[in-house]
């Protein structure tokens, strides 16, 4: 009788302790490869990106990390990735449904999934110590690299903003920041500090793109540079905070101003009309929006009440056209950035006027800015705008004195220079 009483127990176990097995091997062996994933691009992050390699022309860094950040910015997901995830959780469930008639074939198959778990845990473990193989770039390892780090990503505040000027030229650079892989940007200019203050740091902080560890976090929103509470409110939140401001001959400028406004307001008054006061006295409108703008001297002065000059970098407009690739130097040297967008990053376009992006390796077009961008300027009265030289030279003597740079916009008195574009 105690024969049959310890038979009955005994039996009455054993499914359970095999479906305990079978349980743990699939839990075991999910958790191991959603980890290896993870971990083939956490790999590819370390040698890369935190042990500092040196990038060079015959690496393919730049071009992954290219394709890495702009899938993420996109809000890529692996749909495959996906798909297998699902996959395997509904052949997990379903297994335990059914594990009840568990059979010795099953707990032997269970007993190979672990035994393959460990060989494939020895293999990371021979991969850690320094057993690398050779890095695939295929589309599909790109897009789960972007799934895990995207987990991974915290969004902060800005480290870094473009302040200004309107119709200088800050689409083009914050586009050209955006190839870098260590720069994160809002595509939308957020006008936080001057039409959605009141929303507060967290609504700001939400329009952030996710980063990683030594990624800076951007924005670009040129109207700061004019709005007088903006230099206090941005102190507020970072005193340290870079500031990037993108300068122009004042003269082309306000008229790439009055074209941008004119093409969506045909009715308006031409540009001679609106920068006078009265064109028989020569008495030029500075409160005409488009015109004090270019008054750099008198909106610097109150940003260097907040911020020291070593927290400022100036781009020249002109120089971002002529020479991107020498102007990208200086701003990658600025926010602390290997120089890794180049020369070989850009081309020029005829047709717009202005340098363009390089077509990405998955892209069949190059990255031009829209149709908003290189308009030609209306023509206009030679003396109108040597009577503007004129009204803004003591403005710009100023203004190279308290930058320390000599823009040399006093060499353009007419409007065919390499600016002469919306």
């Given at each position: ?7 009955s ?24 490869y ?6 083939n691009?956490?790999?590819?992050q370390?040698n ?38 699902a ?35 020895s293999?990371?473990a ?13 589309d ?19 480290q ?14 914050l ?15 957020p ?6 203050y ?9 329009l ?16 700061y ?33 009055y ?69 990208m130097?200086?701003?990658q ?56 030289h ?10 190279y ?5 000599n ?16």
């Amino acid at each position: 009788m105690a024969f049959w009483s310890s038979t009955s127990v005994f039996t009455s176990k054993v499914p359970r302790k095999i479906l305990f097995m079978f349980t743990l091997s699939l839990s075991v062996t999910y958790l191991f490869y959603s980890l290896m994933s993870c971990y083939n691009s956490f790999q590819f992050q370390e040698n890369y990106v935190y042990q500092g390699r040196l990038v060079t022309e015959e690496t393919t860094f730049v071009t992954l990390r290219e394709k890495l950040y702009s899938t993420s910015s996109q809000g890529y997901l692996d749909e495959e990735f996906i798909e297998r995830t699902a996959t395997e959780q509904t052949i997990a469930v379903s297994s335990v449904r059914n594990s009840v008639g568990i059979d010795e074939r099953t707990a032997g198959w269970a007993r190979a999934q672990a035994a393959t778990t460990s060989s494939s845990m020895s293999r990371a473990a021979a991969a850690v110590a320094g057993e690398h193989p050779e890095f695939s770039t295929t589309d599909s390892e790109l897009r789960r690299v972007v799934n895990c780090t995207s987990d991974y990503g915290v969004k902060k505040l800005p480290q870094a903003i473009i302040i200004g000027v309107k119709k200088g030229g800050t689409r083009a650079l914050l586009e050209a920041l955006r190839v870098h892989p260590d720069v994160r940007a809002v595509g939308n200019e957020p006008h936080f500090f001057d039409r959605n203050y009141e929303r507060g740091l967290d609504w700001y902080r939400e329009l952030m793109p996710s980063t990683l560890e030594g990624q800076i976090t951007m924005e670009k929103t040129p109207s700061y540079f004019v709005t007088n509470s903006a230099p206090k409110r941005i102190h507020s939140m970072a005193r340290d905070i870079k500031l990037i401001i993108v300068v122009r001959n004042p003269v082309t400028r306000a008229i790439s101003d009055y074209t941008q406004t004119l093409s969506k307001r045909p009715e308006i008054p031409t540009f001679e009309v609106l920068a006078f006061k009265n064109r028989t006295l020569g008495l030029i409108d500075a409160s005409w929006s488009a015109l004090r703008i270019g008054i750099y001297a008198l909106h610097l002065e109150s940003w260097m009440q907040y911020f020291p000059l070593s927290q400022m970098h100036f781009v020249s407009g002109e120089r971002l056209i002529v020479d991107p690739s020498g102007e990208m130097a200086k701003v990658q040297d600025f926010l602390g950035l290997k120089r890794i967008v180049t020369d070989k990053h850009f081309y020029f376009n005829k047709t717009k006027g202005f340098p363009c992006l390089k077509k990405p390796e998955d892209s069949s077009t190059p990255r031009c800015l829209g149709k908003s961008k290189g308009r030609t300027h209306p023509k206009i009265d030679p003396d109108v705008i040597r009577r503007l030289h004129k009204f803004y030279k003591p403005f710009n003597m100023m203004f190279y004195q308290m930058t320390g740079q000599n823009f040399q916009w006093e060499l353009e008195e007419d409007g065919n220079s390499p600016g002469s574009r919306d």
